[in-house]
């Protein structure tokens, strides 16, 4: 149940200025279940059960709140923390780490400013039929970027459906260093993105372009990543189908943090969905996601697919039930690599190598 909190004027204090009357939303989600692992790449690595948070989405806590200030102008922000429910701990990097900015919406559209999620992440999740997360999330084998540090983004108004975002950070993975070179062989991680898409009735169509630049003292400075990715569903009403199609060209070696793919040079992935309604409150997921990458040191062709389904049933508007199963193969270029495979994660959960998973649990938002 969303609590809502005021924030009223401070009086009494000498000097203290008056604040006008604004809203504080208190949101999350708690998920929890069972997650088995099993197949790992490394033989020797037995299978694995265990309790885990966040086996259909991530366990979080944020406040979201928002202002008024007249002529059509509304200043806002979100502050969230990811939570591991299972230990009672922090995920996902320490707090709010999940997400933290401010932003300022008008008839101009919105700009924003701190930590957010990327331009690409948000397309491919959302055209994703597991939305990122579960076992069967596209990004055990599709390599996406996920949240940016330091971001200033503006998503422009809907003009008969078709909008734009647009991002940039002089460093998506940490404080901006002196004179904007960081120490190592990556250093500060320049980054554009934008995004123009297309909604209208049963259709969802965008087209993401990326560009990421090494400002660093080391191997990547100067280094580029560029990055395309063609996503869309549209709704039959029987089944809404889902595709993506992506590239990547790295100029040495893919160096961004969030793939740790640095043995790729040139990547193409893409990825097929579908769900279906069964009943009033239940509906099937499947998917299937191939990538493959060409090495910087030549050879074979690293190759990983994956295929999933999974059951969802509302038990009410705010808590579901699930259930997920995932399989990948990766082809032996991809084995014998040291970042070039994919294993079944699910959300914060690592996949730590493993080729075939199944979750289940109970997911409550709030």
Do not use: C
Not at 96 to 122: C, I, K, N
Not at 199 to 204: I, T, Y
Not at 282 to 287: I, Q, T
């Amino acid at each position: 149940m969303q609590k809502r909190l005021f924030a009223l004027a401070v009086a009494g204090l000498a000097g203290a200025p008056a604040f006008a009357q604004s809203s504080v939303t208190i949101f999350g989600t708690v998920d929890v279940g069972y997650r088995f692992s099993g197949d790992n790449i490394d033989s020797r690595v037995k299978n694995r059960s265990a309790i885990d948070s966040g086996t259909s989405t991530p366990t979080r806590l944020g406040f979201r709140g928002n202002e008024d200030l007249g002529n059509g102008l509304q200043a806002g922000f979100v502050l969230e923390q990811g939570i591991a429910a299972d230990t009672g701990t922090s995920a996902g990097g320490g707090t709010f780490s999940r997400q933290a900015f401010v932003s300022l919406a008008g008839a101009f559209g919105t700009l924003g400013a701190g930590r957010q999620y990327t331009p690409g992440y948000v397309l491919t999740s959302t055209v994703d039929p597991f939305s990122g997360v579960t076992v069967g999330q596209y990004n055990n084998v599709y390599l996406s970027e996920y949240r940016w540090d330091n971001l200033v983004t503006y998503v422009s108004p809907s003009w008969g459906g078709f909008s734009v975002t647009a991002a940039f950070t002089l460093d998506g993975y940490g404080n901006e260093s002196p004179g904007n070179r960081g120490a190592g062989d990556v250093g500060d991680v320049r980054a554009l993105s934008i995004l123009p898409q297309y909604r209208s009735g049963p259709l969802h169509v965008g087209l993401h372009i990326q560009d990421l630049r090494a400002k660093s003292t080391g191997l990547y400075d100067g280094d580029k990543v560029r990055v395309y990715d063609l996503a869309g569903t549209y709704d039959f009403g029987v089944a809404k189908l889902a595709a993506a199609y992506g590239i990547r060209r790295a100029d040495n070696g893919d160096f961004s943090p969030d793939t740790g793919a640095t043995e790729g040079e040139k990547t193409k992935q893409w990825f097929v969905g579908v769900t279906v309604p069964a009943g009033a409150a239940g509906k099937v997921l499947a998917s299937y996601v191939a990538r493959k990458t060409e090495a910087v040191a030549g050879g074979d062709d690293a190759k990983a697919g994956q295929w999933a389904v999974g059951y969802e049933h509302a038990l009410s508007k705010r808590t579901a039930i699930h259930a997920t199963y995932a399989k990948i193969d990766n082809n032996r270029a991809a084995r014998d690599s040291t970042n070039l495979s994919g294993s079944v994660g699910a959300g914060y959960n690592a996949g730590d190598g493993y080729q075939t998973g199944f979750a289940a649990g109970i997911r409550h938002g709030f």
